[in-house]
């Protein structure tokens, strides 16, 4: 998948989004949250919550230490220190949570209103989660940026709680807030994390991590590249994936006749719950046949995440003025090149042909649309318009993805094609603690 960033040096290279709580002040309806403020002391460089939240010298971490896009063979797990926040950062971690951050304006009223329930019913003893994105390998083989020699961290995204954060952090966050963030370094049990690129969240919902990237890069992708119109028809591949479950939504709430491939008929039944008027379980179906016999006419839109083949198909079946976006080619990755064949001698043709395009979309060079997107799905999900699947691995062989260590299987799991939705890995289980941050 394409909608990830370029990390340099191991770091994350551009700040995406400002913002944490704007006050304290409880909403109407919801009961104030017991918390610990942070006194600001000139003299002091960082506040950790060491008796609250009992943080250890050492923790567990996911490293690169060899290029291949065989994860297993690149990345290895060590014990290091865990790290110290610096004036402008967040230490985040997996903890017992309360929910903690206000949202601004709308957002905030519409939030903290869908979960001011489920707060007061039951206080959420949360773990802290990290996504895996068809793009991890990627990073492991060096492809994103050739400089980057091992050894380095790895993981793009997580949410978490605030157990530690630098002077100038504490006058937006505070110990206990709940946050989701994405860069290199997610692998990891405590993730030091720049204020200004995190995102506060109600609760640690490994649901929030759905919208950072793969929520994200195909909602600017259909809005910006897709020029959808009423009555279109949209493909969309790998419909059941990550990024496919918010191709396949998106383009139906704009109005479109939506087809959607999938391997199993069980992610046939998802999409069709979805609202996918045409789900294709290409193990059972030639999907060329499929297309050619059923939209003779071609499909306006094509969302692409495969590559390959299937890439030669979907330009096949493009009607005219039809746009293809491709924002991934995941069936590529896995091999020394990280590109599948193509076979675009008579490309030209084809789009001249039909006034046809091709679109590529990567998610850090739209930024500047990052944040509408980001709250404008916080608010579907919300309101239950929109529906944000998570695959924690309960059907995969070894069961459900919990530990650093299980992100290994979670990656080989989702490189066979089992997936239903994003997978996510919980990093510990839920940790027990009589404080009230």
Known sequence: ???????????????LVGG?????????????????????????????????????????????????PNFRDAVSMQTVAVPTPGDAELLVRNRKSWGGSDWHQEMARELQHHFAHSRRQNPAVCSRFVGINASDINYSAGRYDPSL??????????????????????????????????????FAEYTVVPAKESVPVPTVKPEFLTLLVSGATAYIALKRLGDLAKDETVLVTAAAGGTGQFAVQFAKQAGCHVIGTCSSNEKAGFLKSLGCN???????????????????QGV????????????????????????????????????????????????????????????????????????????????MFAKGKLVCEVDSGDLAEGGRFVGLESVFRAVD?????????????????PSVSNSKL
């Open 300 to 379: 306006d839109v094509v969302y692409e995440s495969v590559g390959g083949s299937v890439l030669e198909l979907a330009v096949n079946s493009l009607a005219n003025k039809g746009r293809l976006i491709v924002i991934g080619f995941i069936s590529g990755y896995q091999t020394a090149s990280g590109i599948p064949p193509f076979r675009g001698g008579t490309l030209p043709v084809k789009l001249l042909q039909k006034s046809a395009s091709i679109r590529g979309f990567f998610l850090p060079h739209f930024f500047s649309d990052y944040r509408e997107a980001l709250g404008s799905m916080m608010q």
């Open 413 to 429: 799991y989702m490189y066979a094609g089992k997936n239903l939705g994003k997978v996510v890995v919980e990093v510990a289980p």
């Open 149 to 186: 020699k091992p050894p380095f961290d790895t993981g793009f995204e997580g949410i978490g709680e605030v157990v530690g954060l630098g002077l100038s952090a504490s006058a937006s966050y505070t110990v206990g807030d709940t946050v989701a963030y994405f860069g290199s370094g997610a």
């Open 20 to 68: 944490g709580r704007r006050g304290t002040g409880a909403l109407s309806g919801v009961h104030p949250v017991a918390r610990r403020f942070i006194v600001d002391m000139s003299y002091s460089a960082h506040f950790m919550d060491f008796k609250g939240s009992s943080i250890p010298s050492t923790m567990k971490k996911l490293i690169v230490t060899k290029l291949s």
């Open 1 to 15: 998948m394409s909608g990830l960033l370029l990390p340099r040096n191991g770091r994350r290279a551009i700040s």
């Open 278 to 296: 045409r789900p294709i379980n290409y193990t059972t179906e030639d999907l060329a046949k499929t297309l050619r016999k059923e939209y003779p």
